[in-house]
């Protein structure tokens, strides 16, 4: 069975401080896994992907991701915030390639 | 951008009339998806498509139906629109590769049901 547990579904930071978004999934494969942005009122964009290339996976933006098979945690991060950085955020993965398993997203504030 | 395009984007109904969401893609990509958002509930899978006339139900399927008679065009269809179905509703498309697949989405079609 495949699943995704986005551990916050809201979290705070300061601008300049740094950013952690927490991840966790379940997959019977080995999969690929995604990290998309939603900006209000927008659709989605995505951020960053690992495909079982390098484990450090690093996106736009300044955001990374770092794969641990052995955690199995998926967990976004960003030294330092932006105040274009709050957004709702979604951990997706994706064990086949066609079906895409989505978490119920977490939502950056980024506070002046 | 990928080439994906919905509408309409925003519409108003009332209880029991049809209602019809149209996704167009440039891309030629074989997969297309219907999802709805709702808050605490992220992205659920409504119905997706694996090639033209050939369309399968995600988890929440009920009360919709789809179909793709060409390979750019993906309808997502409300026989009797209730108001449980207000939502916003994203058609996404992949290319279906695991290596390689990534979905892209439309902006979205925000959808009340009075």
């Known amino acids: 069975a495949q699943s995704v547990t986005q551990l916050d579904s809201h979290v705070s930071v300061s601008e300049g401080t740094p950013v952690l978004l927490r991840c966790n999934y379940s997959s019977s494969y080995s999969p690929s896994l995604f990290w998309y942005v939603q900006h209000p009122n927008k659709g989605l964009q995505l951020l960053l992907k690992y495909t079982s290339a390098a484990t450090l996976v690093k996106g736009i933006n300044g955001f990374e991701a770092e794969f641990k098979k052995s955690e199995t945690s998926f967990h976004l991060t960003k030294p330092s915030a932006h105040m274009s950085d709050a957004a709702e955020y979604f951990c997706v993965v994706s064990p086949t390639g066609n079906q895409f398993y989505f978490g119920t997203g977490t939502s950056l504030t980024v506070i002046p | 951008d990928a080439g994906i395009t919905q509408s309409p984007r925003h519409k108003v109904t009332e209880t029991g009339t049809p209602v019809t969401l149209r996704c167009h893609q440039t891309e030629n990509h074989r997969y297309m998806y219907w999802y709805r958002q709702d808050p605490g509930h992220g992205l659920r899978l409504i119905h997706y498509s694996y090639g033209v006339k050939d369309t399968d139900k995600g988890e929440v399927s009920d009360g919709y139906s789809v179909s793709r008679s060409k390979t750019e065009d993906f309808l997502l269809t409300l026989e009797s629109a209730t108001s449980s179905q207000t939502s916003v509703y994203f058609c996404?498309?992949?290319?279906?590769?695991?290596?390689?697949?990534?979905?892209?989405f439309g902006e979205g079609s925000r959808l009340t049901v009075l």
């Open positions: 996404a498309i992949s290319e279906g590769a695991l290596r390689t697949g990534e979905l892209f």
